[in-house]
C-alpha cells in the first residue's frame, strides 16, 4: 500500500456541534476535499474556518474524476471524501471511487461519523438487532408498491430513505404493500431544530403526516417493524388473501409458489397453509 490515503469522512446531518475533532483535523490536514456539492460542502467548511482545497465527486462524474484523484494520491497527496450530509456512498456517491482507490493500491480509511438511519433506527423503538437498509425506494408509484410489496413478508425491521414531496405517497404505498396495521415510525429532520418522530401503524403515521403540512418538509426515515415470523397456517391477512385467490385458480403447489412471490412467505409456510385449507 501507498502512503498516501483516501479518507472517508462523515459529516454533520444538521446539528453542527456533531462534527468530530478527527473530522476538522483531517479536512485541515489533506491535500484535498472531494465533495458532493462544493458549494454545500463550502458552507461547512467556512463555518469551521478550513481552506482546503475542493473538488466535486458526484453522481454525474465520479467515473471521471476518479483518475485525478488517483493521480494526486500517486503523488503522495492525502485526500479526504465528503457528501452533502453524513456518512459518504450511505445511498450517496462513492462507492466507484472508493474501489478503484483500493484496486490502485491506496489505503482507504474511515472516519464514522453521523449517519441518519443509524440515528434514526436507534431512537425509533423498532427493532434493532436485525435490520436491512433500502435507500430510497423507487420513484414511479407502480415501481414503489412492487418493491414494498416484495419486502412484505421480511421479519427483519425495514428502513428506508424518503423525499418530502413523496413521503404521503410512499407511505400509501407501504399500508398496502405491508397492511393498514403494520408498525411505523418515521424520523424527521434529525438532529435539527424540528426534529420529529412519528410511530403508529401504518395507517395512523399516514394520517398524522396527511393531516399536518409541517410533518411533510425536510428528509425523512422510515422504519418498518418486520413481519412476524410466520408458522405454518398462521398468515397475515394479506399474505392469507392472496392465498386464497391463487387457490381459486391454481394447484395447491402452483398457489404457494406464486403467493411466495408477491408476499415474500416462505413457500413451504404457504404450502402447509394451503394444505390445511384443504
Known amino acids: 500500500m501507498s502512503e498516501a490515503v483516501l479518507y472517508v469522512v462523515a459529516t454533520p446531518i444538521g446539528n453542527l456541534e456533531d462534527m468530530t475533532p478527527r473530522a476538522l483535523r483531517i479536512l485541515e490536514s489533506v491535500a484535498l476535499i472531494a465533495a458532493e456539492d462544493t458549494r454545500h460542502s463550502g458552507r461547512l467548511l467556512s463555518h469551521f474556518n478550513i481552506k482546503t482545497p ?18 494526486k494520491l500517486q503523488q503522495g497527496s492525502d485526500i479526504a471524501l465528503i457528501s452533502d450530509a453524513g456518512t459518504p456512498l ?6 466507484i471511487l472508493v474501489r478503484e482507490v483500493r484496486a490502485a493500491g491506496f489505503s482507504v480509511v474511515p472516519l464514522p461519523g453521523c449517519c441518519a438511519l443509524i ?3 436507534c431512537a425509533s423503538g423498532v427493532p434493532s438487532d436485525r435490520f436491512i437498509f433500502e435507500g430510497f425506494p423507487p420513484a414511479k408509484s407502480q415501481q414503489r408498491l412492487n418493491f414494498f410489496t416484495a419486502l412484505a ?11 418530502p414531496h413523496r413521503i404521503v405517497d410512499s407511505l400509501k404505498d407501504i399500508v398496502a404493500a405491508f397492511g393498514a396495521g403494520r408498525p411505523v415510525v418515521i424520523a424527521r429532520e434529525l438532529t435539527k431544530t424540528f426534529e420529529t418522530f412519528i410511530s403508529g401503524s401504518a395507517a395512523e403515521v399516514l394520517a398524522q403526516v396527511e393531516a399536518d403540512p409541517n410533518q411533510r418538509k425536510g428528509e425523512f426515515v422510515v422504519m418498518v ?6 408458522d405454518a397456517g398462521l398468515l397475515d391477512p394479506r399474505s392469507s388473501e392472496v392465498l386464497d385467490i391463487l387457490l381459486e385458480e391454481l394447484s395447491l403447489k402452483q398457489a404457494a409458489a406464486l403467493a411466495a412471490k408477491i408476499t415474500g412467505v416462505k413457500k413451504k409456510v404457504l404450502y402447509q397453509a394451503a394444505l390445511d385449507r384443504k
Open 153 to 163: 413478508g421480511e421479519n427483519r425491521t425495514l428502513v428506508f430513505y424518503e423525499s
Open 54 to 71: 475542493m473538488i466535486a465527486v458526484h453522481d454525474h462524474n465520479e467515473r471521471q474524476q476518479q483518475q485525478k484523484i488517483i493521480e
Open 119 to 121: 440515528a434514526a433506527l
Open 90 to 95: 450511505i445511498s450517496d456517491p462513492g462507492f
Open 225 to 230: 417493524e418486520g413481519a412476524p415470523q410466520q
